[in-house]
């Protein structure tokens, strides 16, 4: 068993910057040997996290800083996103499946997020978000109407 790796980072609000963090962690996972289906699984859920808080939360501000904090074990990915913008509170966000918001942009990360993660978290007044994905959990399931 390999000892756990971690990554500790702050960044400005530039995208760029923060697909560069979301490599370096997935790289820590191909380092322990997570799955295909689980390296999915994170880097969809490290793009919408790191992604809004560069702009939702920071608005893009170069002068504010996004810490990204990553624990990588053998069995355990742990991930906090922390912006320095206002906050939000997440159940203000409409659900992207309700009928009246179909076709309305915004909540399909959050709501992936939640379908892909085994643990999310919301605190500091919605300015950090904390993930966790166990290795080869179940990813959600699709099913086909038109069969």
């Known amino acids: 068993m390999a000892e756990a790796s971690q990554l500790s980072v702050s960044i400005p609000s530039d995208t760029s910057q923060g697909l560069a963090v979301q490599e370096r962690i997935i790289s820590l996972m191909e380092h322990h040997s997570y799955s295909m289906k689980d390296i999915f699984a994170m880097r969809l859920s490290l793009e919408e996290a790191i992604t809004n808080a560069i702009r939702h939360g920071n608005g893009g501000d170069l002068e504010k800083q996004v ?11 742990h991930v906090v996103v922390q912006d320095e913008g206002e906050g939000f509170d997440p159940g203000d966000v409409p659900d992207p499946t309700d009928e009246d918001h179909i076709d309305q942009p915004g909540g399909r990360g959050l709501m992936l997020m939640r ?18 994905r166990e290795r080869n959990s179940e990813l959600p399931i699709i099913e086909d109407d038109d069969e």
């Open 67 to 77: 810490s990204v904090i990553a624990n990588v074990s053998d069995q355990r990915l």
């Open 115 to 132: 379908a892909y993660l085994d643990f999310v978290e919301y605190s500091d007044g919605g300015r950090r978000i904390t993930m966790e």
